[in-house]
């Protein structure tokens, strides 16, 4: 990693609004960060990440594509192998409801899916400094990312917000 993220300052929280008022106050200096949290609560989503999700974009396109896809390949197939079933059309369009739906589901549940992954950067190969065992417990927690003369700084603003505990640790 570079120098400007060789250090992770870790804030151990009690009080949700604790660590609400930290991660407002390392955000307004531009820090990098992350928030850990033992149950999810709607607080966090709406100080830690306040505009709407790019997912639920790239479920429409997804499936809008698998709409296409499931109408094109029924009707190019009727058209490939030609069946005429009474006086009706070669490409009957109520014919081609059923592999229009269900190519809409599949592409929009696996559109979504893949965006949930991309996202939420899942999985997380590298295991991350400054995680503690009690932000799964009991705790929650804000790790940043600074240099080390930033270090002080953002011990401070920890403080200040109120944390039980505020650690240094060396970045991955």
């Known amino acids: 990693m570079v120098e400007s993220s060789s250090r992770a300052v870790v804030g151990i929280f009690t009080y949700l609004d604790d ?12 820090f ?3 928030l850990y949290s033992p149950v999810p609560r709607h607080e966090i989503e709406e100080v830690t990440y306040p505009q709407k999700s790019p997912v639920r974009i790239v479920s429409l396109i997804s499936a809008i594509t698998g709409c296409t896809c499931g109408w094109t390949l029924a009707i190019m197939c009727s058209l490939d192998w030609p069946m005429r079933t009474s006086a009706k059309n070669i490409a009957s369009i109520p014919a081609f409801f059923v592999p229009g739906y269900e190519w809409t589901i599949l592409f929009g549940g696996l559109g979504t899916l893949m965006a949930i ?3 939420c950067k899942i999985p997380s190969v590298l295991r991350t400094a400054g995680y503690d065992p ?3 417990h009991d705790k929650f927690g804000v790790v940043v990312a600074c240099a080390g003369k930033e270090v002080d700084d953002v ?11 505020v650690d240094v ?4």
């Open 117 to 119: 992954f991309v996202f």
């Open 19 to 30: 660590a609400l008022e930290a991660v407002k106050k390392v955000k307004s200096a531009n």
């Open 32 to 34: 990098d960060y992350r």
């Open 169 to 172: 640790r060396e970045s991955l």
């Open 134 to 136: 009690r932000f799964s």
């Open 155 to 165: 011990k401070k603003r920890m403080m200040d917000s109120g944390a039980d505990e």
